[in-house]
Every structure is written in C-alpha cells, then in structure tokens.
C-alpha cells in the first residue's frame, strides 16, 4: 500500500470558535421513540427541511447520545436530520444508568439494525451518513453493511476499536500526555494497580452497589471529557460529571470495549473495499488524544480516494478547526445534490 497525504494540513489561524461556522440553533419538527425489538425504544428527531436531503447523525461513546449542537452541523434550508439515541443511553429506553440494567442487546451489530429500522421508519430510501469517534466506526460498520442506502459518509475522530487502540488511551499510553487525569481515572482501582483496566473497570461498573459504580462512572467519563480538547474545557467535565449521564455512559463503552465491539481485529479497515465508491470525508484532529491521527492515517491507506481532512485540533466535533471542515463537507454534498438534481 503506497503512503497518502491528507488533503489539508492545519491551517495557521482556525476559527476561533465553533459559533462561527455552525449554523443557528434550530429546534425538531417531529420527534418520537421508535421500539426496535428486545425491549429497547430508541429516541429519534427531525429537524431542518423535510423536503431535504436525508442524512443521519450517528453519536460518539458508545453511551454518549445527541445534543442540540448536533443539529448544527447541517443547512437546515437543505438537509432533512435525522438524529437519534442509541441503544440505553439518552433518551432512549432503558437507561443503562438503572440498576438493574441489561446491555445484553446492545451490540454494534443490534446498533446497525437499529439504523436500518429507523431508516424504513422515516420513510428514507438512502441517507448521508455523519458519525465522529465511535460514531465513526458504528457509521462505516453500517455503511459496510449496507453500502446501498448511503450516498456520502462524513467521519470525524476514526475509530476502529482495534486492540492497540483501546489499550492506548485505556492502558497507559494516552496517560503520558495528561498524567494528573490518569491518577484520576486510575484511582478506583487502587494504588499500584497494573492490570487491564478496562478488564478491571468492568467489575466496578457493573456492582450493584451505587457507592462502587458512581464513583466509577465519574472517574471514567470524566477521563474522556478531560482529553478532548486541544485546550481543556473545565465545563465539558462538569457536563460529563453527571451521575447518571456518566454511569450510563462509562457503562455503555466498557460493555462494547471488553467485547472489542463484536468485531474482528482490524474489520472495520479491511472491509473498506466494500465503500470505495462513496464519497467520503475523513476529518481528524492532528492532537487527538483518545482517537490518535494513526487511525485515521491507516483508514486513508486503505480508502485513497476518500478526502482526507488533518486540523490543528483534539478529539471533540465542537474543536473550531474540525466543526469548521464538517460544516464545509455537508455544505459541499448539498451543493453537489443540487447541481446534480
């Protein structure tokens, strides 16, 4: 496989926030839940121009569910959103922040089904699909599932839960780079602790006891919060320092990442043939910390001819150099739509 080259290096002066290149705030014009089967009922929402051209929102944790920013990244004069919580986490149902929660039907392959029904339901033959972190590798497990209903994938933060990948922000590595959250996270494991620790987190996660799992879930979500940002975001951690929004979703991800997603080392990467012909946009923080450039790097290896955008950026969709490229790749598939049609 030869070398590629991103399409874009970081420019020298990004936006200075995201608020100057996301579209204004927007509110849903049909909402619902939708039941999927094995009890779940999955929150979805539209919003923008119901004459417009379908794309789906596909959220990162797994566990972390939609915002309203989410709705931003998209002309809403142009696009039909579709948004949605996944399996047992925002305002879907259950909620894997309940005691007696079961995450037994929550797998990537029950999220792509899900896709799949709430497509029919909404009545949409083919979608664009936008997804970043996890949602990155749950957007290209679907679109390699089912390449005929996606017209373009825009992918942020690569993901691939390859091996290396969750040991590097789970086990250590990501730890060099922000050393004072790492105690943090470590601390419910206990002093000198040098196991797997998503192995390890696993048993506190999910013990009946709120005095056990509470403290767990904080220390685990706030980790993410605390790493994705090029520049730290005191008030991302304290969103993600809710309770139950942090048990669900710390619970959520360790679930997926004890079980390596239900995929095969290194799927995601080596099935890639199967969208080549998609257009495609790859947009990555050059100083992302939980999703480091080299996956993204390996994916553009194996898809050339998907554009491949490298910022001065971390991890978050909400960094102004990364909303900046989203917002530009949407605009130019609506665009694209509108000559073509």
């Known amino acids: 496989m030869t070398m590629t080259e991103p399409t874009t290096e970081p420019p020298a002066v990004p936006p200075a926030s995201a608020e100057d290149v996301l579209y204004p705030p927007i509110e849903p014009y049909a909402r619902g839940l939708l039941a999927v089967g094995d009890g779940q ?16 929102f596909v959220h990162g944790g797994p566990g972390g569910g939609c915002i309203d920013d989410y709705r931003r990244f998209f002309d809403p004069a142009r696009y039909r959103v579709i948004l949605f919580d996944q399996r047992n986490c925002g305002r879907s149902l259950p909620h894997a922040s309940a005691p007696d929660a079961d995450l037994s039907a929550n797998t990537t392959w029950h999220l792509v089904d899900d896709l ?115 520049v730290f975001s005191p008030e991302h951690v304290e969103e993600f320092s809710d309770p139950a929004f942090a048990l669900a979703f710390a619970r959520i991800e360790n679930h997926y990442f004890v079980n390596a997603g239900w995929l095969r080392e290194g799927q995601l990467i080596e099935e890639v043939d199967r969208i080549r012909h998609i257009p495609a946009v790859i947009v990555q923080g050059r100083y992302d910390l939980p999703c480091p450039v080299v996956t993204a790097d390996d994916l553009h290896r194996a898809w050339p001819e998907a554009e491949y955008r490298l910022v001065l950026a971390g991890h978050s969709a909400m960094e102004p150099a990364i909303a900046a490229e989203l917002v530009a790749a949407t605009d130019r598939f609506a665009a694209a739509r509108l000559t073509a049609g």
């Open 41 to 56: 009922q999955l929150y979805w929402e539209e919003c923008g121009n119901p004459a417009g051209k379908p794309a789906v």
């Open 116 to 230: 799949e029904k709430l497509r029919g339901d909404r009545g949409v033959e083919r979608w664009q699909v936008f997804g970043g972190s996890w949602g990155s590798a749950l957007a290209l497990a679907y679109a390699e599932a089912h390449p005929d209903r996606v017209t373009e994938l825009v992918l942020r933060g690569i993901f691939t839960l390859r091996r290396f990948e969750l040991d590097w922000y789970y086990n250590g590595g990501a730890g060099h780079l922000s050393p004072g959250w790492w105690r943090s996270f470590l601390a419910p494991l206990g002093d000198g602790f040098t196991g797997d620790c998503i192995a390890a987190y696993h048993d506190f996660l999910f013990d009946p006891d709120p005095a056990v799992h509470l403290p767990a879930g904080v220390a685990w979500t706030t980790w993410e919060a605390a790493t994705s940002h090029l």
